[in-house]
Structures are given as structure tokens and as C-alpha cells.
């Protein structure tokens, strides 16, 4: 090593290795160090181990540290973190073995070839020994993120799979997660343990911002468990294993929750199952998962063509179909005039067809489809006839049944105005059979207006579904802000927190690029009503609040120690007849569109995780 770096008072120190100028020298010193540091008991150890994590972060795909033997390092130390408790409570050893997992999951993350090279250096049945909780939660959830990264990759899935207790332990970790964080560190502010709460908060102490972190590690526990799970889900062999009806029954809970919204969580883990016809008949068994699959294919959420998908697969397989059609066919003919949703191209024309098969191909008996469902998809056919006949009518005669179509809305919005909302909405179903089904303006308004008359006559089924057809024809898709508000109003009557919380989020979102005086002001951009809404939401969908109320300990979200008892006086929420009222008190009405004809390019830029994200921030400050 050179003069310039002999009076650092670290003997063998990483650092000073780094700034070798020689490339040679420097490489063959990094090869040494990976070598003896494990067997070395010197005090500041864990700085070279920050150091190095720092590196993996940042330069994933750099080959340099793989080559000069990074993985056995890591292995080694996290080794001797779990052999020698007299090292690991040194000095700030304990931190050594949280590091050298995250080192590994960060190579592995992108490269199959790094991921090859780590499993021959022997570093699964290290993270295993983590992932069985010999440590804490804190080393459980970077061993499971590593574990996942090698799990992606079809070169080092079965060195994964060859484990079978991993299959165990990540279920078992995915179903636990959230109560073990919440009674081991959330629950009790005076037990948490220092090096957990540093790791948390990287130096930038608080008990509420140690609580916030919590539940983002908590919830990245959760779905990179699910992860890992899905890496062998994709094998049929381990489906059967899977598909245990306890597990798949939670499994639509696993939400990952605002925090880590960037995770399909359950929901692709259901796809994933769906898409096999062995995991299909386990899911269409579970009534529960059926309910959340409509829920969330009908919901503004980024995974909504998961729980889609999920519903055509059932829908298509014989042996599945006369399960789910009750539940399913309703959902599906509400999404039917959506066109495109992500990747996903016509996809109203894929439900459209789908449909048509499963009636097409029911018989009579047990299996048959019910009268009920058979009616709407047969309504549902009979529109998209409608369509093909409209082009090639006149345009006059378009214009007059739109003019017909809107002189009857008119006489809805009167009927509404003078209380009479049973009529109001026979009037705006009236005005929806003369509108042309390519006046897509017109007939979003039209169906919000009804979604409004359903919430007042207490009927929270059917304005989810008229304010979900309103989301599916407009453009673009799930951002008619009205209709939002309707159905977060409507998923509020019936107790759906999460699915309510995320369409007050997206119109809080619209009402931030709105022009619309009744929706924005100069003032206060979030209005108060919504504001109140969500912050109920975020209380009800609250991560922890299924382990706190088993452990009989509700907390109030981001308020660790401070009980709020399990009865809440709801009395300062808005119900959904009061929320969204005019100055006659009833809920107010869509008159046209014209408020809408906004830059909706400039719209589509602002993606739903930085929505998530600002809204968090503004609750919370």
C-alpha cells in the first residue's frame, strides 16, 4: 500500500484500498481484504460493511466486487454473525449480518450471472438461516429479498427450490409479517431495539418517523415474501402446496399498502395462480377471493388488469366457470367499454367476447348460468349491436337522439332537484337507451348522475358499478374525477377502506388539475370533504390494524403508544348523501363535461405513485 495512506490508524482498512491508484495493486488488495475480513475481530468493521452496501446500491451491475469473491465475504460474515453471539454484540457488529444479506440481494438483482456465481458461493443456506428468523425481522426481510432476486432467474431457481422449507418460510413469513413487526417493534416503543430503529431512519431519529418506516418494512416483508413465493408459483409442481385454502383466502389483504404501492402483493400472486389451470380450481372454491377479485377489477388500482385477467381465465376454463359467473359476469360487463388499460390493447373487446363464450357455451342444470347473468351479458351484447347500428346512421338522426337523449336528462336533473330521486334516475337510464353509444361524454355524465341517485337511495352496488362504467368510457381511463368521489362514497358505505381510499386519492388527484370551481379553489387545492375521507380511510386500511385488534392494542395510524380504543366515533365523516351536496342538499350533479376539457396528456404524466405519494405527505404535515 502506498506511503500516502500509512497513517491511517485502520490497519488493513477497506477504504484506503479503494483509493489504490494502481489497478493491479488495487484489485489483488480487495482480493485479500474479501478474504481475511471475516476472520478478523477489529473494532469499525462494520464501516467497510456500510461501505460496501452503499456500493451494491448503487452500482448493481458492476462485475469488479463479484469477481474478487464479494458473495463468499458476505457469507462468511453472516456465518459468523449467527455462530459467535460474543462478535456480533461488539461494537456495532450486529449490524454486519443485515448489510452482507442486502450486499448479496443487490448483485443479484439484475444479473442471472451474478445470481449463478452467488449461489456457488454458497450463500442460500446462509439467507435461509436468516429467513427462519434466527436473527430479527430485519435480517428475515433482506434474506427474503435476496432469496427472490435468485428465485427470478431460471438458471438459479431450482438451486432455490431444491430447499423446500424456503416455499414454507416465505408463506409463513408473508401470512406473519405485519404481527411480528407490529409486536416486536411498532407495539412497544421502549422495547424496540436501537440498531433496528437506526437502520430505520438512517440516523434522523423520532418515534413517529421509526413508527412510518415500520410499516414500509413492513410491508416490503410482506409482498417480497409474496415475491419469492411467486417465483414458485410459476412451476406447477408447487402449486398444490400454494394453493392452501387458508393462505389464498388472505391473500387478496396483502395489498402492500400506499407505501409500497409499486407491488402487485397478492394480487400477482393470484394472476400468477390463475394462470395455471391446477390453481384455478383451489381460487374459484374461495368465495372471499372471488368478492376481492371483482372489487379490485372494478377499482382505479394500478393492478386492476391482474384481478381482470384473474376473472377471464375462470370465466374461460369448463371446469371453473359455473363457479364464478355470478360474481364475475357482473363485474365484467360493468368494465366491458374499457379500451385500454396498461399494456393491455381493446380490452373491453377481450372481456366482450369472453362473455359471449360463457353463455354461448352454458347448458342446463347445476352448471348453467344464472337467468340474471345471462340477462345482463345478453344487454350488454345487445349495446355493442347498437354500436355497429349507429354507424351507419345519418348523422341527423344521431343528433336527434342525442338531442332527445338530452332533453330527458334535463327532466332527470329536474326530477333530482325536487327530491324525486327514484324518478331522477329512471330518467337518466331513459336518456343512456337514446344517447349514441359513441357520445362517450355524454354518457359518462349520464351514468355519474345515476351513480349519484344510487348513493341517496342507499343502493351502493349500483353506483359502483354506473360510476365504474362512467371510469371505463372516459378518456382517459379512471380519471373522471366525479365519479370517483361517487364510488369512494359508495366503497365507504359497504366498508371497502382500501378500494375507497384509493378513488378519494386519484380525485383528490383530479381535483389538484381541475379548473373546476366546485372541485378546487386557489386556497386549498384538496377539498375538505375528501381530505376527511381519505384520512378516515388510511385509518381503516391501516397496515397493522388486523394484528393490533387481534392483540386487542388499536392504535391510531402513525401514532405509536398513543390507544385510541377500538370504538371510534365516526360522527365527524361525511355520509355519502352529505359528502357531495349542492345548495339544495342533495347531491350535486354532473351537467356537461365542459369542465373536464383539460390538457389530459399533461394528466397522464403524473403517475398514481408520486399521486400517492404528495397526498401522504399532505395528510401527514
Same mark, same amino acid.
Given at each position: ?386 354500436? +355497429?347500428? &349507429?354507424? #351507419?346512421? /345519418?348523422?341527423?338522426?344521431?343528433? @336527434?337522439?342525442? =338531442? $332527445?337523449?338530452?332533453?330527458? +336528462?334535463? &327532466?332527470? #336533473?329536474? /326530477?333530482?332537484?325536487?327530491?324525486? @330521486?327514484?324518478? =331522477? $334516475? ?196
Amino acid at each position: 500500500m502506498d506511503n500516502a495512506f500509512s497513517d491511517c490508524p485502520y490497519p488493513r482498512c477497506f477504504f484506503c484500498v479503494m483509493k489504490e491508484v494502481n489497478p493491479s495493486k488495487r484489485r489483488a488488495s480487495i482480493l485479500k481484504f474479501f478474504r481475511e475480513f471475516p476472520s478478523q475481530d477489529d473494532d469499525g468493521q462494520v464501516l467497510p460493511i456500510s461501505g460496501l452496501w452503499n456500493t451494491a446500491m448503487a452500482h448493481p451491475n458492476d462485475p469488479e466486487f463479484i469477481e474478487l469473491g464479494i458473495f463468499e465475504c458476505m457469507v462468511a460474515l453472516i456465518w459468523k454473525g449467527l455462530k459467535n453471539r460474543r462478535w456480533l454484540s461488539h461494537d456495532q457488529n450486529i449490524y454486519i449480518p443485515y448489510y452482507a444479506a442486502h450486499i448479496i440481494g443487490s448483485y443479484t438483482m439484475n444479473m442471472e450471472e451474478f445470481a449463478e456465481m452467488a449461489v456457488n458461493a454458497g450463500v442460500i443456506p446462509a439467507l435461509v438461516e436468516l429467513l427462519r428468523g434466527r436473527l430479527t425481522w430485519v435480517e428475515q426481510r433482506v434474506a427474503v429479498r435476496a432469496l427472490g432476486h435468485l428465485a427470478t432467474y431460471a438458471g438459479t431457481l431450482p438451486a432455490v427450490a431444491s430447499l423446500g422449507e424456503i416455499l414454507v418460510l416465505s408463506m409463513q413469513l408473508a401470512t406473519s409479517s405485519l404481527e411480528i413487526v407490529y409486536t416486536n417493534f411498532y407495539q412497544y416503543v421502549d422495547r424496540r431495539l436501537s440498531y433496528h430503529c437506526d437502520l430505520l431512519t438512517r440516523g434522523m431519529g423520532g418515534v413517529e418517523m421509526e413508527s412510518r418506516k415500520a410499516e414500509e418494512w413492513a410491508s416490503q416483508l410482506q409482498c417480497w415474501s409474496l415475491q419469492l413465493i411467486n417465483c414458485f408459483a410459476f412451476k406447477p409442481e408447487f402449486l398444490p402446496s400454494i394453493c392452501n385454502p387458508d393462505f389464498l383466502e388472505k391473500l387478496p389483504e396483502m395489498w402492500g399498502g400506499i407505501v409500497n404501492e409499486n407491488s402487485p402483493a397478492g394480487i400477482g400472486l393470484l394472476r400468477t395462480i390463475c394462470s395455471h389451470k391446477i390453481g384455478r380450481g383451489p381460487v374459484a372454491s374461495c368465495p372471499g377471493i372471488l368478492d376481492a377479485l371483482c372489487n379490485i377489477a372494478r377499482s382505479s388500482d394500478d393492478w386492476q388488469y391482474m384481478a381482470i385477467d384473474c376473472l377471464l381465465w375462470l370465466l374461460q376454463d369448463p371446469s371453473t366457470c359455473h363457479k364464478v359467473t355470478d360474481k364475475a359476469v357482473p363485474a365484467l360487463v360493468d368494465l366491458a367499454d374499457i379500451s385500454t388499460l396498461g399494456d393491455h390493447k381493446k380490452l373491453g373487446d377481450s372481456i366482450v367476447n369472453v362473455l359471449q363464450e360463457c353463455i354461448q357455451s352454458q347448458g342446463t342444470g347445476r352448471n348453467s348460468i344464472s337467468i340474471r347473468a345471462k340477462e345482463e351479458v345478453e344487454e350488454l351484447l345487445t349495446s355493442r349491436q347498437r354500436f +355497429k347500428w &349507429e354507424k #351507419n346512421m /345519418l348523422k341527423e338522426d344521431l343528433h @336527434i337522439k342525442q =338531442a $332527445a337523449a338530452l332533453v330527458v +336528462k334535463l &327532466e332527470g #336533473n329536474s /326530477l333530482f332537484s325536487s327530491g324525486d @330521486i327514484s324518478g =331522477a $334516475a329512471s330518467k337518466y337510464s331513459e336518456a343512456l337507451s337514446l344517447c349514441p353509444m359513441r357520445s362517450k361524454k355524454e354518457r359518462v355524465v349520464l351514468y355519474s348522475n345515476r351513480a349519484q341517485c344510487h348513493l341517496l337511495l342507499q343502493k351502493p352496488w349500483g353506483a359502483i358499478s354506473d360510476a365504474t362504467r362512467a371510469l371505463c368510457i372516459h378518456h382517459p381511463v379512471n380519471r373522471h374525477a366525479k365519479s370517483l368521489w361517487r364510488r369512494a362514497q359508495a366503497y365507504d358505505m359497504l366498508g371497502l377502506a382500501k378500494e375507497s381510499l384509493l378513488d378519494a386519492i386519484l380525485f383528490i388527484n383530479e381535483c389538484s388539475l381541475s379548473t373546476d370551481p366546485d372541485l378546487s379553489s386557489k386556497q386549498n387545492k384538496v377539498p375538505d370533504y375528501a381530505e376527511r375521507l381519505v384520512k378516515k380511510q388510511m385509518r381503516a386500511a391501516w397496515l397493522f390494524k388486523e394484528a393490533a385488534t387481534k392483540l386487542g392494542d388499536v392504535h391510531c395510524e402513525g401514532d405509536a403508544g398513543d390507544k385510541c380504543g377500538q370504538d371510534i366515533d365516526d360522527s365527524e365523516w361525511e355520509t355519502a348523501s352529505e359528502s357531495d351536496v349542492g345548495n339544495d342538499g342533495r347531491g350535486g350533479l354532473d351537467d356537461d363535461d365542459s369542465e373536464w376539457k383539460n390538457d389530459f396528456e399533461r394528466k397522464d404524466k403524473q403517475s398514481k405513485a408520486s399521486t400517492k405519494g404528495t397526498m401522504l405527505q399532505y395528510l401527514c404535515s
